[in-house]
């Protein structure tokens, strides 16, 4: 599986079969911060698509060499977004022989959405679903494997990042305020078809965004392992939020569970998490470990069978 996310390029090896959970096998990724590399047209950048090209093409040759004999590839916000996206993926094909497909963000949201519910099973109830990534802030809600409500909004830690919190304005209190005003605005717009509904029993959250501001909040670490319950308190992110906005790039990059790549996204991620949690009233978010890549492969085990033991590309 080839997944080409607003920040990170990602091939995952799965030993995957009908029945079983989806195995990695190997993983190989390399940050690409496609989110950051669009130009004031919207297009992504010649240095972008070249990395993109790169990254592809390096991934093809891994996944061969580890036994691999299909690729599964798939682009998020970044691509789905970008002006040139068409031409963006015609080069990497041309270049690599690999298709990649964009996904629309309410699939997104809704494959995302089925990964949780297959992780914690039935008896969690009717789920509440949040995803922050580099370009977007998927939403899902609902009661069974398909959720009632779908959403993908414009709220990308990376997207929001470029275009509010460039150097220099990152303790700016007039911008901040803006930013935080845009986003609240943002979500709220799209909150009622979720509000309407039942509340939901649980609520979870995926991505590093959000595990990150977990492991700031006092979270164990990943090396825990993935069957411990790993918590983000609304009340202790409210109250790391001015902390952390006084933080240099290398400050919050010596926090635990922030990588260097990622670190000067974290404002940004930790404004959207702390409107989620305030607008939909929401105390606290369980961290899953399971997301949109898990979501892609459950499907196609669900819609064509894995032979056990054959490694597939988790894209």
Not at 129 to 156: H, K, Q
Not at 236 to 243: A, F, G, T
Request: charged letters at 25%; glycine letters at 10%.
């Amino acid at each position: 599986m080839l997944d080409i996310g607003s920040n990170t390029g990602h091939l995952l090896v799965v030993d995957a079969h009908g029945g079983a959970a989806p195995l990695p096998a190997y993983s190989y990724k390399q940050p690409l911060r496609l989110a950051e590399n669009l130009d004031a047209e919207g297009a992504l950048t010649p240095a972008g698509t070249e990395a993109l090209t790169r990254f592809v093409g390096d991934s093809l040759r891994v996944a061969g060499e580890k036994g691999c004999e299909e690729m599964l590839g798939f682009a998020t916000s970044a691509l789905r977004d970008a002006a040139n996206s068409d031409d963006v993926l015609d080069h990497v094909r041309s270049e690599t022989g690999v298709d990649v497909e964009v996904l629309p963000g309410e699939d997104e949201a809704r494959l995302t959405f089925l990964a949780v519910r297959r992780w914690f099973g039935w008896s969690t109830g009717r789920l509440a679903v949040f995803d922050i990534g580099g370009g977007s802030l998927e939403i899902a809600v609902g009661s069974d494997e398909a959720p009632d409500v779908a959403r993908s909004l414009p709220l990308g830690a990376g997207r929001l990042t470029r275009d509010w919190l460039t150097a220099g304005t990152m303790t700016d209190d007039e911008a901040t305020r803006a930013l935080r005003l845009k986003i609240r605005a943002e979500i709220a717009r799209d909150a009622g078809s979720v509000l309407r509904s039942r509340a939901p029993d649980h609520a979870v959250a995926t991505s590093k965004t959000f595990r990150s501001l977990a492991r700031i909040c006092g979270a164990p670490p990943s090396d825990a392992g993935p069957l411990v319950r790993r918590m983000l308190p609304a009340r202790e992110l409210s109250q790391k939020i001015p902390s952390l906005m006084k933080m240099s790039v290398e400050q919050l990059g010596s926090l635990p569970g922030v990588s260097s790549n990622r670190a000067h996204q974290v404002v940004a991620g930790a404004l959207v998490a702390d409107a989620v949690m305030d607008i939909f009233d929401l105390a606290e978010l369980e961290m899953c470990p399971w997301a949109l890549r898990e979501g892609i492969i459950l499907e196609r085990i669900d819609q064509i069978g894995i032979v056990r033991g054959r490694p597939a590309v988790a894209r």
